[in-house]
């Protein structure tokens, strides 16, 4: 079995957004996983879901993960504007 090589293809700001990118790549196909990021020095503390995370995906899979996430493609249902009555 051959080792694949993971290369940290963005940074979520914390745990959140990090489970979302993660399932986007899932949704498209795309294996990912989120890794605690070490860039903000907390690397080795435990922070709970705070602090940012490394977003992995394979070397093959890099091009069609930055395709993803440079989709500017929104599903009609998150496109719409609250309705906010106008004063």
């Known amino acids: ?3 694949a090589k993971l290369i940290a293809i963005t940074t979520a700001s914390d745990e959140m957004e990090a ?3 993660v399932g986007l790549f899932a949704a498209a196909g795309i294996p990912a996983m989120a890794k ?3 860039k903000d020095g907390y690397g080795t503390v435990y922070q709970g ?3 940012s ?3 992995l995906v394979d070397e093959e ?3 069609a993960a930055q395709t993803v996430l440079d989709a500017e493609d ?3 249902e998150l496109d719409e504007k609250p309705d906010i009555p106008a004063d």
């Open 1 to 3: 079995m051959v080792d």
């Open 19 to 21: 489970s979302m990118i």
């Open 36 to 38: 605690r990021s070490v």
């Open 49 to 51: 879901p705070f602090g």
């Open 53 to 55: 995370f490394d977003i």
């Open 61 to 63: 899979n890099v091009a």
């Open 74 to 76: 929104v599903p009609a």
